[in-house]
């Protein structure tokens, strides 16, 4: 089975390639999924993330507050890393189980969308990574609109990821997303036909 590693900076498109794997008939996982998956009420790791930040991060429906949480990140130094060291061990394993099941269901190729892949050394997980790369104009616009935060605060978030020229740097493949859907899936496509052919063919 290919394990396919699909990361990059925020706002970069990393869910857009990875929707064009799932087209070509791949399984595809979503780390902020998992993520969103393992904190919700009665998960363990929401039990150790509301001790650790306290009920001001709780919505009324005791859903976790994300947007709440998202400016306890933003403004209190250390709160992201308290925050990682709950999640990332968590969103890993679970990670891993989710892959090692589709390889009992004999699936040919999967494509986890990792946003912190390089930062929680993930790359060897997985048989080959992919950045996803945008202007950085463009990276600024699409964290502003998604979370709606201004463009000073989308900045910040940005400046707390691994710069994209590192990512760059470490990238085995680059699919470089200029805002066009389409063009992105056919960069996805004639990628993924090029790894099949160095890593799947039986000559």
């Known amino acids: ?26 399984v595809t996982l979503d780390c902020d999924e998992i993520a969103r998956q393992v904190v919700e009420p009665g998960q363990a790791a929401y039990n150790q993330v509301v001790k650790a930040f306290g009920s001001q991060i709780v919505a009324p429906d005791r859903t976790l507050d994300r947007p709440a949480l998202r400016r306890m990140i933003i403004t209190t130094k250390g709160s992201r890393e308290k925050l990682e060291s709950i999640l990332h061990p968590v969103i890993i394993s679970e990670t891993v189980r989710l892959m090692d099941e589709a390889v009992h269901l004999k699936q040919k190729s999967c494509a986890v969308e990792v946003p912190l892949l390089f930062e929680l050394g993930m790359e060897d997980l997985f048989d080959v990574v992919v950045v996803v790369t945008a202007a950085d104009d463009a990276l600024v616009d699409r964290i502003s609109l998604r979370d709606g935060v ?9 400046a707390l990821q691994m710069p994209q020229s590192e990512k ?13 859907p389409e063009a992105v899936f056919k960069l996805v496509g ?4 090029k790894l099949v052919n160095q890593r799947l063919t039986k000559k």
Not at 168 to 180: L, S
């Open 150 to 158: 201004d463009r000073e605060n989308a900045q910040k978030l940005l």
């Open 190 to 193: 004639d990628l993924y036909q």
């Open 168 to 180: 760059i740097k470490k990238a085995e493949c680059i699919i470089e997303n200029r805002g066009e």
């Open 1 to 26: 089975m290919l394990k396919i590693g699909v990361t990059g900076s925020a706002g970069s498109g990393k869910s857009l390639v990875c929707e064009g794997f799932r087209r070509i008939g791949l």
